[in-house]
C-alpha cells in the first residue's frame, strides 16, 4: 500500500497518490477523495492531516490501528484489567467475565487536553538537558583522565631509569630460586616415578608368573602359588592405599606469586606498581524527571499470557542421596550475600541447603520427626513443621540449630510468614492457627484461632490466605481474618500440594496428580498450565517462588527420587 516516499489513495482504484490521511478513517485520500470526504455528512469533521506530516510520525504510531486484529472490527471498548483494547466480538471471545470494561471513547475523550501531555513534554525537555550535561561531564572526565594517563607514563618512565639495575638483581634471585624449588620438585617426583615402576614391573613378572601356573603347575604347586600371590597381591594393594590416602600424589603448583605490598621503591621492591582509580561524588545533580507526573493514561497490569517459566538449573542431588521433598524455600544467604535453596528430604528427616545452581552445600538439620513443610520467618531462621506432630520449630540456618519449639493444640501441615505473622494449617482438624511475634519469646506471642478452614498447604500474601485442599481438588482465597473471598476447581487441578504466590498476586499450583504446574489470576477466575510432563514433571509437590528475583524451584520425581527444577518466570 507504500513505499518509503510515496501513499498510494485507499478509495479510488486508480492508484492515485494520496496527499492526505483521515485519522477516524484511518484511509489516504488522493485529491479528489480528499474533497469528497470533506463534503461528506459522515466525515466531513474528521480530522486529516498531510501524508508528509503522516510520514513524520513516529513508526510505533503510524502502525496504531482502530481496528481490532483478531476480528477485523473496530475496536469500541478497553478492559482495564488486560490492559487491551477490544471489539464487540473480544467481548464475547474473551472478556466476558471482565468488570473493567469501559468504552474507549471515554479514555480518549480530551486526551489532547491532558494535563499528561504538558508534562511529558516537559519530561522529555528536562531529559534532553540532563543528557547533554551528562556527556559535557563524561567528556571532561575523559580529558581528565588522558592528562592523568600522560602523567602516569611519565613518571613510569622516570622510576624505570632507576630501577633497571635493582630488578635485573631482583630477577636473577627469583629465577635462582624458581630453579632451585623447580629442581628439588623434579628430583621428588622422578624418585617416586621409579618407585612405582619398579612395582608395577613386579606385578607385570606376577602376572606372568600366574598365567605359567594356571597352565603348568600341579595342585600341590597351585594351592601354595595362590598363597603367595595374595600375600604379593595384599602389599602392592596395600602399597597403594597408602599412595591414595597420602599426600605423595597431591597436584603440587609451581607459581610465581607477587606480593602486593609495597614498602620502598628502591629497597623493597615486590611489584612495578598498581594502578589505582578513585571514586568521588559527582561536581553535578541529574535532574529528577516525572517525579511529579500525573496519572496514567493507561494502567499496566501483569498478564497471565507473560508467564512462561525458563529453565535455568536442574539440582545436583548426590548419588548417595534418594530424596522424597515435601517443600522447599529459596532463601537469601545472608554471610555470603547470595539466593540459595532450602530443601526438607523426609526420607534423611533432615533440611539440606543447595546453591541457586542446584549444588549441594550442607546439611542443615537432622530431626527426630519427618519434617513436612517449612517458610522464611526473618532474618536466617525458618519455620518448619513435622508429620503427626503437634508443635512448630524455628530453625536458625546460619548456626545449623533449632531456635525454639512451639507447641501447638493441634497436628501441624502447611506453614507460612510474612515477616509479621506465622500461620499454621490442619485439613483433618479444619483450623488455622494464626501467631504473632514468633521470633520473640513465648510471652509476647499472641495467638488467634480460624475455625472450619480445610487447608492442607498455604501461602500469606498481602493479608491473604491461600491454600489448597487435596481431597477436594480445590484452591481457596480468604482474608487473614477468616473470611473466604473465592474457590477455584476445574479439571486440570488434581491433588494439589504446593501452592505459592508471585508479586504480582498470580497463584502457582504443583498439580500432583496430574503432573503440572498451574498458575490462577489473582481474582480466581481463569487458570493456565504453564508447565507439565512435557517439561518433565512428574508427581510436583513443593513449589517456592522469590517475588524480587523471579526464581522459581519446583520439586519432580526423577530416576527413582525426587529432585528438583529451578526456572526463571
Known amino acids: 500500500m507504500t513505499s518509503t516516499s510515496i501513499y498510494i489513495c485507499s478509495i479510488c482504484t486508480d492508484e492515485e497518490h494520496a496527499i492526505t490521511w483521515c485519522t477516524k478513517c484511518e484511509d489516504f485520500l488522493c485529491t479528489d477523495c480528499a474533497k469528497h470526504h470533506q463534503r461528506s455528512k459522515t466525515s466531513k469533521d474528521h480530522n486529516t492531516i498531510s501524508t508528509r506530516d503522516y510520514r513524520n510520525l513516529p513508526n510505533f ?326 508429620r503427626g506432630v503437634k508443635k512448630v520449630k524455628l530453625v536458625e540456618v546460619e548456626k545449623n540449630k533449632i531456635k525454639k519449639d512451639i507447641p501447638l493444640p493441634h497436628q501441624c501441615f502447611g506453614v507460612s510468614s510474612d515477616g509479621e505473622v506465622l500461620v499454621i494449617s490442619h485439613a483433618k482438624d479444619r483450623k488455622m492457627i494464626i501467631l504473632n511475634h514468633v521470633n520473640y519469646e513465648d510471652k509476647d506471642m499472641s495467638k488467634q484461632t480460624l475455625e472450619d478452614i480445610c487447608v492442607d498447604r498455604l501461602s500469606l500474601f498481602k493479608g491473604k490466605i491461600y491454600g489448597t485442599n487435596r481431597i477436594e481438588n480445590e484452591v481457596y482465597c480468604f482474608r487473614i481474618t477468616g473470611e473466604p473471598l473465592w474457590t477455584f476447581t476445574n479439571k486440570y487441578i488434581r491433588q494439589p500440594e504446593g501452592i505459592a504466590v508471585d508479586r504480582n498476586g498470580f497463584v502457582f499450583i504443583a498439580s500432583n496428580g496430574n503432573n503440572r504446574i498451574m498458575v490462577l489470576s489473582p481474582d480466581g477466575k481463569t487458570s493456565k498450565t504453564i508447565l507439565s510432563e512435557n517439561d518433565r514433571i512428574r508427581g510436583p509437590g513443593a513449589i517456592n517462588i522469590n517475588g524480587e528475583t523471579g526464581m522459581m524451584i519446583v520439586s519432580s520425581y526423577i530416576d527413582g527420587g525426587d529432585s528438583a527444577f529451578i526456572f526463571k518466570i
Do not use: W
Open 61 to 386: 504510531m503510524r502502525q496504531t490501528s482502530n481496528l481490532c486484529k483478531d476480528h477485523d472490527k473496530k475496536n469500541e471498548f478497553y478492559c482495564s484489567f488486560h490492559s487491551y483494547h477490544c471489539c464487540i466480538e473480544c467481548i464475547a471471545d474473551k472478556h466476558q467475565q471482565c468488570k473493567d470494561l469501559k468504552p474507549l471513547a471515554d479514555s480518549l475523550k480530551d486526551v489532547k487536553s491532558s494535563a499528561n501531555i504538558p508534562l511529558l513534554k516537559n519530561n522529555l525537555k528536562d531529559l534532553n538537558e540532563s543528557y547533554k550535561e551528562v556527556l559535557h561531564y563524561l567528556g571532561e572526565r575523559i580529558k581528565t583522565i588522558n592528562n592523568q594517563k600522560d602523567e602516569g607514563i611519565k613518571s613510569v618512565r622516570q622510576m624505570r631509569q632507576s630501577l633497571d639495575v635493582h630488578f635485573d638483581k631482583l630477577e636473577k634471585q627469583l629465577n635462582d630460586d624458581l630453579e632451585s624449588k623447580h629442581s628439588k620438585l623434579k628430583s621428588d617426583i622422578e624418585e617416586l616415578v621409579r618407585k612405582i615402576d619398579n612395582r608395577a614391573k613386579r606385578v607385570d613378572e606376577l602376572r606372568v608368573a600366574f598365567s605359567t601356573m594356571e597352565q603348568y603347575a600341579s595342585e600341590q604347586q597351585i594351592y601354595t602359588g595362590l598363597i603367595e600371590f595374595e600375600n604379593n597381591i595384599s602389599q602392592e594393594s596395600k602399597y597403594l592405599e597408602e599412595l591414595d590416602s597420602g599426600n605423595q600424589l597431591d597436584n603440587i603448583t609451581l607459581e610465581i606469586i607477587i606480593p602486593s605490598a609495597l614498602q620502598s621503591i628502591l629497597q623493597e621492591v615486590t611489584s612495578f606498581g598498581n594502578i589505582a582509580i578513585t571514586l568521588a561524588p559527582k561536581n553535578f545533580k541529574c535532574k529528577n524527571i516525572g517525579k511529579n507526573q500525573a496519572q496514567q493514561l493507561v494502567s499496566k497490569v501483569h498478564e497471565m499470557e507473560h508467564i512462561k517459566p525458563s529453565l535455568m538449573n536442574t539440582l545436583s542431588v548426590p548419588i548417595r542421596f534418594t530424596l522424597n521433598i515435601p517443600d522447599c524455600q529459596i532463601y537469601f544467604d545472608s554471610t555470603n550475600e547470595k539466593y540459595t535453596l532450602l530443601l526438607l528430604d523426609q526420607n534423611g528427616k533432615r533440611m539440606m541447603q543447595f546453591s541457586s545452581e542446584g549444588v549441594f552445600i550442607k546439611h542443615v538439620m537432622t530431626f527426630t520427626d519427618e519434617p513436612h513443610n517449612l517458610c522464611h520467618v526473618t532474618g536466617d531462621i525458618v519455620a518448619v513443621t513435622f
